[in-house]
């Protein structure tokens, strides 16, 4: 490819809005271009790079026995409403009327479809176990796109699904992706750690989570160095310790101005652990009868030197969607802003109970009343509720396997895979017939790689402050070949000769300066770079240059070719 055609300017400074590094290198390269909040363009630089990744993506599933297929963008609303997911999903979700008045849906993610596929094929135990895979276009319309191709509205993803009659079957396929993933991302070049994590709106007991660790990421990973356990902090766990002494009765005490738990502890002269603290949101549920959305107010009890993990309090309060409660919507539960618990509430409150304070006697909470708390309240004798670990694991809690340090970090999910079940098939009749003649609801998985998301992935992990320089696997060429000399017909012959044997060649022909060529060199990024200057070309030679080195190496023009290949085979390794 000529860079003087190429559809796609290279720019020198990063434009409004890269707010990390990879991000702004593929705009300043020319590898995206944004058309929207969250939605790209890719040009033919990005473009390329991410089929290199498909095909890397496309060998391995087919490498496990997948068979691709491919499911439409747009969906009938009428799947998704067997699931309930159509009613349940918020915002996220582009809901729309086609001109018959059908309700009609962009898809975020393929369950529904490939049920209604699976359904349709499946009968018998005798078609089973079976696994299909898609490439495919998703719409998620995110209010907080950031960072790029990291977090989008519109995307690219790998998608799989697998039937199977048994858990057996289920656990196989499952294993048979978890290591198919790794291998991906190995050949890409991306480090990655395999999380437990929340199956959240997917539905299922049992997902993992790969995921990039890098600074830029919104998702917390607990670790502990000691025995390897690690989880996304959203489903976490740590191992507490609990206040175990006789219940005392409670008695009412005045705590002016104490509308925090540093503010009440300081005052009370007691330690965080003796404390009860409230959070209060409104959770979002659908009514079994009427499919309309109702809103609860959710009060989360956690000990006061401890956090709330939000994911936890929606799942143990089992709400399609949760926000932060406003204050009139706290007061309608008879609640006191600032000096609020459970005591007391309106019937109809939702309260989910953390074990660390169910398990804890005589601590002090909230009296619903300006300015007053109570002493030695008890879970099962003042209040009642929901008992669930909502707690977040911090940085230095204990690992709740072998008692070392928990530690955090900050990363990107790039991939994830699921155990559904039976979640899907017993509600669309995804039933198939077993030796006996018995119905039985289909096993099945999901599992998902998200393709534009890796590849800015490893445009974190792989630059300088010059530019991009992506491994030869992903790079959407293999060799950026620069002519200084004027001599033309020479270098379009060296040119041709390196296409001709098979070699992925960006060439530079721009009538541009030495350092304009260079530096568009090093942004682009690609692993090997040949210099044509006209003092090695009356030598018959050529300068060769490695991305990520900064040694130039002469070689014979004479076998330029045979030695570029063997070159690119060791980068290859």
Known sequence: MRMSQLFSKTLREAPNGADCKGYEY????????????????????????????????????????????????????????????????????????????????????????????????????????????????????????????????????????????????????????????????????????????????????????????????????????????????????????????????????????????????????????????????????????????????????????????????????????????????????????????PIGCKAGTVVIVDDSVANSNNLVAGANKEGYHYLNTNYGTDYSGTVADIASAQDGYVCPECGGKLRSSKGVEVGNIFQLGTRYSESMGCYFQDENGQRKPVIMGSYGIGIGRLLACLCEEYNDEKGLKLPVQVAPYQVHFISLIKDTEAAEKIYKELEDAGIEVLYDDRKETAGVKFADADLIGIPVRITLGNRSFAEGKCEVKLRDSDQVMAYDLSDITGEIKALLAKLAK
Not at 83 to 96: A, H, K, L, N, V
């Open 26 to 341: 593929l705009l300043r390269a020319g590898f995206i271009q944004q058309n929207a909040a969250g939605i790209f363009s890719l040009l033919p630089l990005g473009f390329r790079s991410v089929k290199k990744i498909e095909a890397i993506v496309r060998q391995e599933m087919e490498g496990i026995g997948a068979q691709e297929i491919l499911m439409p963008v747009v969906n009938p609303g009428d799947i998704w409403k067997e699931t309930g997911r159509f009613y349940s999903i918020d915002r996220e979700m582009t809901r729309f009327k086609d001109r018959k008045d059908s309700d009609m849906c962009l898809a975020m993610t393929h369950e529904e479809c490939c049920t209604d596929l699976g359904r349709s094929v499946i009968d018998s135990y005798k078609r089973l176990p079976l696994l299909v895979f898609q490439i495919q276009t998703k719409w998620r319309d995110d209010p907080r796109p950031r960072a790029g191709l990291i977090r989008v509205r519109e995307f690219t993803m790998k998608d799989s699904y697998s039937f199977d009659r048994d858990q057996e079957g289920l656990e196989k396929v499952y294993k048979a992706h978890y290591d198919a993933y790794f291998r991906i991302y190995k050949r890409c070049g991306l480090p990655v750690v395999a999380v437990g994590s929340d199956s959240g709106m997917m539905g299922g007991k049992v997902s993992h989570e790969y995921m990039y660790l890098s600074p830029i990421g919104e998702d917390t990973i607990i670790t502990c160095p000691d025995c390897g356990y690690t989880a996304n902090r959203q489903v976490a766990r740590f191992k507490k310790t609990y206040n175990a002494e006789a219940p005392k009765e409670k008695s009412l005490v005045e705590t002016p101005n104490c509308k925090t738990i540093e503010e009440l502890c300081a005052f009370l002269k007691i330690d965080a652990s003796k404390t009860a603290k409230a959070l209060f949101m409104v959770g979002t549920y659908i009514n079994d009868k009427t499919g309309d959305e109702e809103d609860k107010l959710i009060v989360g009890l956690v000990r006061g030197d401890m956090e709330i993990e939000e994911n936890k309090l929606q799942n143990a309060a089992r709400c399609n969607g949760m926000r932060p409660a406003h204050p009139e919507e706290i007061e309608a539960a008879g609640i006191v802003p600032g000096f609020g618990s």
